[in-house]
Structure formats: structure tokens, C-alpha cells
């Protein structure tokens, strides 16, 4: 369990995204510079304040900080996995409160559009790690790897196909509302059963958009952030846990149990409970996870996510709205990044027409074989 | 070619395994008419597809077992969407996950049966099906 005096210790004062959708011309570094530009400017600070740098998916670190001239005295670089989003926010909090940075950058750029990326077959460089040795029965793609883990969710629990459809339909409808959003044309039910299969039970319409773009945030100590331009939204509480053993394969209980143990961790640090949340913003590379999701970190009891989201729950309007920007289905695939910002923007009250009124807490969630969790809070506790 | 990957694709775009790295037991197995697995020598836990260290007590001693077979269908899907030239005329083609009644796990297709009839928990058995000279693809069968 992370240390519960690191709670509200550190808060997001800046966030920046460029324009999303197709931006040939602009490489991943671009991209992060736009984005790193354009949260800079949103609170005060100026480039060389700066001295912690995390780069995610984009390609070296060291030609990164040469680009914008920087020294950082903390750096940090993942790989390009959605999931990474979550752990490089962690590491934020942890330099600051060790004092090995005073503000933090966090940078992704993504040109996956543009460069052509693939997500399945022999040139996708992220999901064939060792997957390759399947190939030959034709297997391949974590758009696939999903459709196995929903398949089994709908025999074992009876999950149907109209509730993943009020799950897209559901995002668009809030990313209609959103200016920065690739998608915005709603559509129906009946589209979302008209739209062809990719990897059956998965419809086109289940899957997240692959499109170009950047986001960064800013982070620093509770005590600077309340100098800066915007109100500070502080990190209430974080935590993580894997499954990794034999994860090749769909996990048995759709990552339920990393789940429950963020969740345990979590809380507790936060000091606010998932009853509490205003919002969720939740990892949606494909609709299921939206499911699984829910159900493993207890909102709703195992087998009955379906159901549970069925009944608008998850609408602005509803009683727990989610990924209010329209997430990675409709907004743009910016692999957890933008739903941090979206957290962050809804409690600082800037979402115009999807504002979700008095937000207080909101909290982000990955479910995958690395499960992160993040709790924002408009106040440190 | 592709980057990491245990497959080359033909000229006529099929994917087809490597023959010559770790996992060549499992293909001369399959060539035999048997499914071995890499078992450790010293726990007897399977490891599957190769590799160097035993998972559970980290040994590298093993050998290559044959296995019965039996399983069952953990879940299939349905690939409509053709990631490679060669099977674009079989979509939309199923694969299978199937848990062996040893423990493993591992994906294939599943033939004998429409693919609306695939379900979860089905008992399979395996097929050997010759897909070029040098190479038999072991697929799954509905059996007990």
C-alpha cells in the first residue's frame, strides 16, 4: 500500500493536448512539444521551471529534452502501452514527494495515425511481444484478445451486445458535446448493431480510434500548485497491482483480482470512497474493459455490468457519469492521457456543455495486466 | 517480416511458424501426430510456447512431453477483419482458446463444427491438419 501521507501531497496544475485526429507531418516529439507548449501556458510556468521529465510512447527521452532544451534532474521514459499512463502519474507524485523533482513534466505524443500504426498481424510492433507463435492459426490483435474475454463474460453472466452498444452510443453522445473530439456524429443503437464485426463478438463500433495526438500534464507540490494560474487538482490517491504470470492469456477473472486490490489500497488513501466519485473516467481501448472494469473495482457486483449500464448510469445526466470527453471511442486513443485531463478539467469546472456540476472527485482506472488507479480531488483531503 | 515474432509470412501471405527456434519439439511433434509441451524437469510444470526458465521454480532442465489432447474451449471469437493476405479467403475463421486438461493453454481453431455453434466448455480433442510439407497445424476437434 502507498503511504497515505503522500495523499493530497501533490496536485496537476497544468495540462496541455493538441488538436487530435490526423496531423501527418508531426512526429511524436512534435506532438509533445505542442502539448508540453500548451500546458506550460495553462499555468504560469515556463520551460525551464521544469525539472522532472516522464516521456511516454515517445521514442528517447534524451532527444526529447534536446529538443526543448532542458536538463531535467528527473527523467523517466516508458513504453508506448495505454496502461503506462497511470504508473508514469505515480512516478510524478513519488519524485515530487521525495524531492527529487519540483515540477513535474509528463509528455506523450503519439503519431500512430499517420505512421500507420497496426494493432494486430505482422507489423504490429505492441502486441505481438511473444504472440507471434500464433500467428499461424491466425491469431493476433488485443482487439481479439478482448473479444475472447467478452465472449466468456456473455456465456458465463448472460452479458449482451446492447449493453457494450449503450456503452459506445453513450460515449459518443458525450464526445458530441466535446469541441477536441475526432468523432462527434452521434449514432444508435441500431448503427452500433450495424456496424461490421472486426473480432466477433466485437464490433467496429467496440473499438477505439487510432488517430494522432499529444497531451502532457504538469505536476507539482501541493504548496507550489496553489501559486499557479489554475486551482490545483490534487492526487488524492493512487495505487497499483499486476498480473503478469501466464499473461499471454486472458486473465480467468477478467483482472478482477488486481482490481479489488487497487481498490483496497486506494480508498483508504484517498479517503473517499467509490460512492463518493462525481465521475469515472475508465480505460476504454475496447467497450468490455468499460465492464470489467466496473465490476472490479465493486461498483457493481461481478456478472452484472451489463445489466448495470444499461439504465444510463454511465450518461451525463445519469448517476455516474463516464469518460465525459467521449474517451478513447470517440474522443481519441490517447492511451489514458486525455481521460486524466478530462478528470482534471471537469474539477476545475472548465468542460462547458459536459460539465458535470459540483464535480468533486473523479476517478481514473486501467484495467490490463497492469491495473493503475488514480483519485483526483478538487480539495488534498 | 514482423518484429519478435515466432512467424514469417509466405509469398502467398499464410503465416507460418519458424521451425528452427525453441519450439521446434512441438512442431516435429506435430509432424508425428503428437502435441508435446515443454515441461520442466524438475517441477513438472509446463511452460508453453518455449522458453528458458521454468515459471514456478525457475529451472531451465526440461523436456518435451506429449500430452493428451483433451481439453476444453475456454472462449473463440470470430475474425472477420484479415490481418494476414493468406487467410483473408478463410474470414471469418474462429480461434479457440483451449484449456488442455494438463493446465496449458493454447490458441487455435476449431473445426468439425459452425462456427455459431462454438461454445464454452466444449470438449475438444485434437487435429492434425498438413498445411505445407514441412509444416501440420494441430487444431481442435469437438470429442471427448
Not at chain 1, 461490421?196 to 505536476?219: F, K, Q, S, T, W
Not at chain 1, 473517499?272 to 465490476?295: C, H, K, R
Not at chain 1, 472527485?361 to 490490463?368: G, L, N, R
Not at chain 2, 488442455?100 to 461454445?119: A, D, K, W
Request: hydrophobic share 40%; net charge neutral; aromatic share 10%.
Amino acid at each position: 500500500m502507498v503511504e497515505r501521507s503522500l495523499a493530497g501531497r501533490a496536485a496537476a496544475v497544468g495540462v496541455g493536448t493538441t488538436a487530435f485526429g490526423k496531423l501527418p507531418g508531426y512526429d511524436d516529439y512534435d506532438l509533445g512539444v505542442w502539448a508540453l507548449q500548451e500546458a506550460l501556458n495553462d499555468c504560469g510556468l515556463a520551460m525551464a521551471d521544469i525539472d522532472g521529465l516522464i516521456v511516454n510512447r515517445i521514442a528517447d527521452y534524451q532527444r526529447f529534452g534536446e529538443i526543448v532544451g532542458l536538463n531535467p534532474r528527473f527523467v523517466s521514459i516508458t513504453p508506448g502501452q495505454g496502461r503506462m499512463s497511470g504508473w508514469c502519474i505515480e512516478t510524478a507524485v513519488m519524485a515530487l514527494a521525495t524531492g527529487m523533482a519540483r515540477h513535474v513534466a509528463l509528455v506523450y505524443g503519439n503519431n500512430g495515425r499517420s505512421a500507420g500504426d497496426r494493432y494486430g498481424g505482422a507489423s504490429d510492433p505492441y502486441g505481438s511481444g511473444g504472440a507471434g507463435f500464433w500467428f499461424p492459426w491466425g491469431m493476433t490483435s488485443p482487439g481479439a484478445f478482448h473479444a475472447l474475454m467478452f465472449q466468456r463474460h456473455r456465456e458465463l453472466y448472460g452479458t449482451e451486445h446492447r449493453h457494450l452498444a449503450h456503452i459506445a452510443v453513450t460515449f459518443r453522445r458525450h464526445a458530441a458535446l466535446n469541441p477536441g473530439a475526432v468523432m462527434r456524429e452521434p449514432f444508435s443503437e441500431a448503427d452500433y448493431h450495424a456496424s461490421r464485426y472486426i473480432a466477433e463478438p466485437l464490433h467496429l463500433l467496440d473499438y477505439c480510434l487510432i488517430n494522432d495526438g499529444g497531451v502532457a500534464m504538469i505536476l507539482t507540490t501541493a504548496d507550489r500548485a496553489r501559486d499557479l494560474k489554475q486551482p490545483p487538482v490534487y492526487v488524492r490517491g493512487f495505487a497499483q497491482a499486476t498480473q503478469l504470470a501466464d499473461s499471454s492469456f486472458p486473465p480467468d477473472d477478467f483482472w478482477q483480482a488486481p482490481m479489488a486490490q487497487v481498490a483496497r489500497d486506494l480508498y483508504p488513501m484517498a479517503g473517499v470512497g467509490a460512492q463518493d466519485m462525481d465521475a469515472l473516467m475508465i480505460y476504454d481501448n475496447f467497450t468490455p474493459t468499460v465492464l470489467f472494469s466496473l465490476e472490479g473495482f465493486g461498483f457493481c457486483p461481478v456478472g452484472e455490468s451489463g445489466p448495470w449500464v444499461a439504465d444510463g448510469r454511465l450518461a451525463l445526466g445519469g448517476k455516474l457519469p463516464a469518460n465525459t470527453s467521449g474517451g478513447h471511442l470517440s474522443e481519441s486513443y490517447m492511451q489514458g492521457w486525455a481521460l486524466n485531463v478530462e478528470a482534471v478539467r471537469q474539477l476545475r469546472g472548465q468542460c462547458g456543455e459536459r460539465q458535470v456540476q459540483g464535480a468533486r472527485h473523479i476517478q481514473y482506472m486501467c484495467a490490463a495486466p497492469l491495473v493503475t488507479s488514480i483519485v483526483y480531488g478538487r480539495d488534498p483531503r | 517480416m514482423s518484429r519478435g515474432a515466432g512467424s514469417d509470412a509466405t509469398k502467398t501471405g499464410r503465416p507460418l511458424p519458424r521451425l528452427d527456434d525453441a519450439n521446434a519439439p512441438f512442431w516435429q511433434g506435430a509432424q508425428a501426430g503428437e502435441l508435446r509441451l515443454q515441461q520442466c524437469a524438475g517441477c513438472g510444470a509446463y511452460r508453453f510456447p518455449a522458453r528458458r526458465h521454468c515459471a514456478r521454480c525457475g529451472g531451465e532442465e526440461h523436456r518435451w512431453t506429449a500430452v493428451s489432447g483433451r481439453g476444453t474451449v475456454w472462449s473463440h471469437c470470430l475474425f472477420h477483419k484479415s490481418y494476414f493476405p493468406g487467410l483473408a479467403a478463410d474470414t471469418p475463421y474462429n480461434v479457440v482458446l483451449v484449456k488442455l486438461e494438463e493446465g496449458p493453454m493454447l490458441f487455435s481453431n476449431l473445426v468439425g463444427v459452425p462456427n455459431e455453434e462454438l461454445r464454452i466448455g466444449m470438449p475438444v480433442l485434437p487435429h492434425f491438419e498438413r498445411v505445407t510439407d514441412a509444416v501440420v497445424l494441430i487444431k481442435f476437434k469437438p470429442g471427448l
